[in-house]
Nanobody, 115 residues
Framework: QVQVVESGGGLVQSGGSLKLSCEVS????????IGWYRQAPGKEREYLAR???????QYEDAVKGRFAIFRGTTKNVVYLQMNNLKPEGPAVYYC?????????WGRGTQVTVSS
């Protein structure tokens, strides 16, 4: 079983920055990808970014140029650096461990961007 734990959420003003962390542990495969998503109250979970095991990255258009997904010094920790945050209110940010057709979600970390 794979455990995924997000951290780093909080309250930030519009235009500010926040760095989220995703730590993966347990029975992970040697190769896996990490995705970041967010879900606002009453809305569907939406994709933000993905880091492939080979180092390639992909971003949803709305966050391109503002967000960056990257690994830390150890492979099992992945960050999401968020800059120039927009006043979109509260949302829970989720990390997903992706390996083949399956995956594991974390419980999320709350981010609120105030205007």
């Amino acid at each position: 079983q794979v455990q995924v734990v997000e951290s780093g959420g909080g309250l930030v003003q519009s235009g500010g920055s926040l760095k989220l962390s995703c730590e993966v542990s347990g029975r992970t495969l040697s190769a896996y990808d990490i995705g970041w998503y967010r879900q606002a109250p009453g809305k569907e979970r939406e994709y933000l970014a993905r880091l492939w095991d080979n180092g390639l990255t992909q971003y949803e258009d709305a966050v391109k140029g503002r967000f960056a997904i990257f690994r830390g010094t150890t492979k099992n920790v992945v960050y999401l650096q968020m800059n120039n945050l927009k006043p979109e209110g509260p949302a829970v940010y989720y990390c997903k461990y992706v390996s083949g057709p399956g995956g594991s979600w974390g419980r999320g970390t709350q981010v609120t961007v105030s205007s």
